[in-house]
Structure formats: C-alpha cells, structure tokens
C-alpha cells in the first residue's frame, strides 16, 4: 500500500470525482477499493438481456443548475439532452407528477378545473412551486380541499410506502422535492441541464477512471483491510500515511460504536416484457394504498438508443427498512433529530483522523442527488489542492 498516496474506499460519483481529479490533476498515485464487483456506485449500468440499458440500483436521471458539475462529467463521454416525464396513478387516470395544472384538469370537472386554477394562480402566480405542506396549511377552502385531494392522492400512500411515515412525520425536505406546480410544464426537473449519458453511466465511469495513476480492486471491503486506532488508519497492519478518501456508511466505518444510522432500503424487481413499450413515459409513480411498489421505470424510454427489439424492460421499486448484515443496501439517509445526534458523534470521531475524509452520500448521510455529489467531490479536491 506504501506505494498509494490516496485510497479512495468506493467508486460512486464522490468516489470517482476525488479519484480522477487527484489523479490526473495533482499526478497522486490513487487505489479505488469497491466492494461492489463493478465501478460506478448506485450508477452503475449494463446491457440487459433485451439489449437494453439498465440502471441495476434505480432509476438515475443526471440534472443540475450548476455550471461546473456540467462541464466537468461532460468531460468524460458523449450525453445527450433528456427531460424526464414522470405520470402517477390517481383514481385509474394517469397524470403529470410533480401534480400540476394539466394533472388538475385530469382530476377534476371542467368546471372545477377552471375555477381551482384561477384560485391558485390568484393566490401564488404562474410557474409557481409550492410544498405540499405549505399548501395544506392555506386558510383559502377552495385551496385546502384541492391540498387535501393532492395529499392523499399523490403524497400519503407514495410516503407511507417509501418512509414507512406520513409525510408530516419525516423531514418536509423529502416532499419539497415533488413540489405542486402552478404550470403546464410537465417535466420532473425545471434545472438548467437535463442530459444522459450516451451509452450508459459506467462508460462515463470508465472514462473518469482511466488513469494511469488510478489502480482499482473490485470486491473488497474496506473493513477487511482498514482499521481505525486512536488517530491513526492502519491498512493491512500498517499505519497508512496518506489520504483516505471514504464513500461508505459511517456508522459501519467506526463499528457502529455511537449506534446505527438508520437508512431506507429498496427491493427491485426487473420483468421483461414481450411488447414495444409498456407504459408512456419512463417513470409511473404508484400513489396508491393497494399497489405495494412505488414506482415503475421502463428503461427504453430514457437511454437515448434505438431498439429494434419487441420486448422492453420494466422494473418496479419496493421500500423497506434497511437491515445491516442481510445483504441489503443502505440507499437513503433518514433525516431525524436522533439520527442527526448519532452522526455528529461520528464525524467528531472521524475528525481524529487527519488524513481521513468523509464524502458521498452514505458518508456524509445527505439526500444528495448525483450532482451535488459531484460538486462536494470538486470543492474537497480544490481543498486539498490548496493544502498540497
Ligand atoms: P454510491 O453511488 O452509493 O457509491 C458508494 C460506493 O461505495 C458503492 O459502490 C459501495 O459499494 C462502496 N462502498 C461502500 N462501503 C464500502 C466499503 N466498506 N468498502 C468498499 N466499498 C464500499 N440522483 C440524481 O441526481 N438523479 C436521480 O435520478 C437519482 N435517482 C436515484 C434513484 C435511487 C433509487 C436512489 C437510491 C438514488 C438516486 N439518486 C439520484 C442519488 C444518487 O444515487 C446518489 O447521489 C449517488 O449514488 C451518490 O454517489 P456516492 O458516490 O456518494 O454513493
Ligand atoms: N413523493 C410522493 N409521491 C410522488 C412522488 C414523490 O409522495 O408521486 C414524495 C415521497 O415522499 C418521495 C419524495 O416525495 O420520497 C421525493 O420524491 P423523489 O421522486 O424526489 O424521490 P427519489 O427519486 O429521490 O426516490
């Protein structure tokens, strides 16, 4: 290990990011170590037995507002412009997510329609965003009974099933994400770029990895050669005294010594199916008590490719509670007053290792979408450029 100045423990977009940039911009000599037995993280990507690209962890759509992050992962492979559509299954219809002014024409009369509409716009402006939670607390009636439609339509059952609580019981954050929007634009994301890469993710994670100074080993877990000894990070026995750059959970990272961080979990259950397409837009989201899944993605609509297959690919995703040591992955952080005590223990531990960083989403236990991730990844590489 003498010979690594960085080891960077996984290989998801903060792991890649710190990796590519110390690598070919400060010429450090970087081990990536993934347990996983591929690179790219939640990212990762492959050709299916349909000949279709599938994203194996969920559906990831790459949008952002910031320029930097932009210009840096166009670096590393061809994308092309895509803007996601997502529909959800309201009372057998289907309508635009997140719930807009064409959703409330599908929803209600013509009549009431034109009237809730006028309301609303009275009341907030056109292209207007507002959180559920915010709409549900207005004093208008005419906009509460609309607030309550929308709650117990499109946010209730979809939270309960995804948090396992209601939405007024977890972070108001979470539900902000899926505003109601006083508009016709039926897009998922308003940011200033919305692109896929050409050809699936893991090429654009092979571009960035591409190294001469970058060695990567698959199928190891950080755990089985690091540990952690008062301020000092041994590796394979010995204390290892440059960077160590890690992606993972923290709370597994200290042994779980100030107890476990609790995450949510996802089953994923892929089918093929022997028609063109399955359903109209990529994403139907499921906000309904009966069905158990949340959401169905149906790949061919989001790779940018041309299939000249009559068969397409549908997965369905189901929450759960993440479980340590049963095999499952540990996808999003729950943000809570308890959890956030738990993990402020953990970093001041990790403060006592200089040479450690925290990154990622698992490590810095952040709802972070892939861009942010990226932008965290570039201002620690610019912080230790300054240090160098
Ligand atoms: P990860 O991608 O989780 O990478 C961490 C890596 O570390 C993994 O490969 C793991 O195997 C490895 N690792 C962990 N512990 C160890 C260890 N002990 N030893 C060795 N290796 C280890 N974001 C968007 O911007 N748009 C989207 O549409 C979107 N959709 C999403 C859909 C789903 C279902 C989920 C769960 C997330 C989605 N995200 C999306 C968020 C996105 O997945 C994250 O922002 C991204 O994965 C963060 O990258 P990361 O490198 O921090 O973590
Ligand atoms: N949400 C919902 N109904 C929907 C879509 C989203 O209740 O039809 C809520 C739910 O709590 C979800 C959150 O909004 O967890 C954020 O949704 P997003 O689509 O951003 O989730 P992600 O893609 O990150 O899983």
Redesign the pocket.
Known sequence: MKKYDVIV???????ATIAERLANKLGKKVLI????DHIG???YDYVDKNGIITHK???????TNLDNVYDYVTKFGKWFTYEHRVLGKIKDNLVPIPFNLTSLEKCFSKEKSEKLKKVLINEFGLEKKIPILELRKHSDKDINELAEFIYENVFLYYTMKQWGQTPDEIDPEVTNRVPIFISLDDRYFQDKYQIMPVGGYTKIFENMLNSENIDIKLS????SIMSFLEGKIMVEGEVFKGLVIY???VD?LFNYKYGDLPYRS?KFEFESKDVDYYQPVATVNYPTKEDKFTRITEYKHMTGENYNVNKTTIMR?YPCQYEKNKNMIP??PINNEESKNIYEKYLQEANRYPNLHLI???SQYKY????L?INEALKLFEKIEKEN
Not at 57 to 63: N, S
Not at 368 to 371: I, S, V
Request: glycine share 18%; net charge negative.
């Open positions: 423990v996984g290989s998801g977009f903060a792991g170590i993934d347990k996983r993280g939640n990212m962890y969920g559906p990831h759509l790459f949008h190891v877990d950080a755990k992606t993972g959970e597994e996802l995703e996808y999003y990622g989403r698992l972070y979408n892939m861009d991730i």
